[in-house]
């Protein structure tokens, strides 16, 4: 593979360029990074305030993506995800105004507050990359990368992902609250205007290039095999209910490509699975009722999957 190391410094660029307005995250930008080279969309399980939609804009600027944000409400229809046809009595004809997914980052701010109608609109564009309006199909820009935000503190006038819609999404991460450092730099980022500060490194040429060059990673079959035991650990773990389906494990797959990528390697080693593990399964595991007795956590499930699961040693160093 030619120029790893030249793709791993642009990386390396983008995320001192997200760190000049996120700070004390390193590790979820690490993720969302991996996330958007292996061709995968976030979610961001995370209460209001903590820098979201701060973490989205810094992204696009640092990368040149164009970028939309839309705040999901009970009122917001699929069309205002899809676009609509409306006649222009000018020429005669339907014209297509484009919804809020025709950009290169789309930000679906607290996805849990709209209903499973305008939620399941995403579904074709976030597995397949394209939509369906009146008929005819559009592309998405590419990149495309969805960046989905949503509450798990209030329940109230939610309505809760299904299954279907969360094995869209590459990782589900967090942000949790800042340290009190971090917190001070933050009052003081926000009178300085710090997002100012925050550069384009990448375009979205390259970006499209190392997403390309993401994908040709090498994984020896003793490592996809690796992937495919977890997988069906967590179908068989006492406390599980519904495990990860084969789109999680390819989604693994991704993640550790992405992971190794970005640690200057063109093949995949079983610590870069066991990196990225909690955030591609917390998401796909239901729990069963045997968990409210025990108080066992999805954290708790991935722990004792990886720890079960026997780890391969590489037959190829390449």
Not at 56 to 72: V, Y
Not at 214 to 241: D, F, P, T
């Amino acid at each position: 593979m030619q120029n790893i190391e030249q793709y791993c410094k642009q990386i390396a660029d983008v995320k001192k360029q997200v760190q000049k307005v996120v700070f004390g995250k390193d590790e979820v930008i690490d993720k969302i990074m991996m996330a958007i080279i292996g061709s995968g969309h976030v979610l961001i399980d995370d209460i209001p305030g903590v820098g979201k939609t701060t973490m989205a804009n810094a992204f696009s600027r640092a990368m040149g993506l164009s970028q939309k944000l839309l705040h999901f409400t009970p009122d917001v229809l699929p069309s205002d995800i899809t676009g609509f046809s409306m006649y222009d009595k000018e020429s005669g004809t339907f014209q297509y105004h484009p919804g809020a997914v025709m950009y290169n980052l789309f930000l679906a701010d607290e996805i849990n507050r709209t209903s499973p109608k305008t939620q399941s609109a995403l579904l074709e564009v976030m597995e397949e990359g394209r939509l369906t309006v009146d008929g005819e199909t559009r592309t998405v820009p590419q990149p495309f990368v969805v960046l989905a935000t949503q509450n798990p503190a209030g329940s109230i006038g939610t309505q809760k992902l299904p299954e279907s819609q969360l094995d869209r999404f590459m990782i589900r991460t967090s942000m949790g609250y800042p340290s009190m450092e971090a917190e001070a730099r933050i009052i003081m980022g926000k009178k300085n205007n710090l997002m100012d500060t925050v550069n384009q490194v990448l375009s979205i040429e390259e970006l499209v290039e190392i997403r390309g060059q993401v994908k040709q990673v090498y994984m020896e079959e003793s490592v996809c095999l690796y992937i495919a035991q977890l997988s069906n650990a967590s179908r068989n773990h006492e406390s599980v209910s519904l495990g990860i389906s084969p789109r999680g494990s390819v989604a693994i797959s991704g993640m550790a490509k992405a992971c190794a990528f970005m640690n200057g390697r063109d093949y995949v080693t079983p610590d870069d699975v066991k990196t990225v593990l909690p955030e591609t399964m917390i998401h796909r595991l239901v729990l069963n009722a045997r968990v409210k007795v025990n108080k066992v956590t999805e954290a708790d499930v991935i722990t004792d999957i990886m720890q079960s699961v026997k780890v391969p040693e590489l037959k190829i160093r390449r």
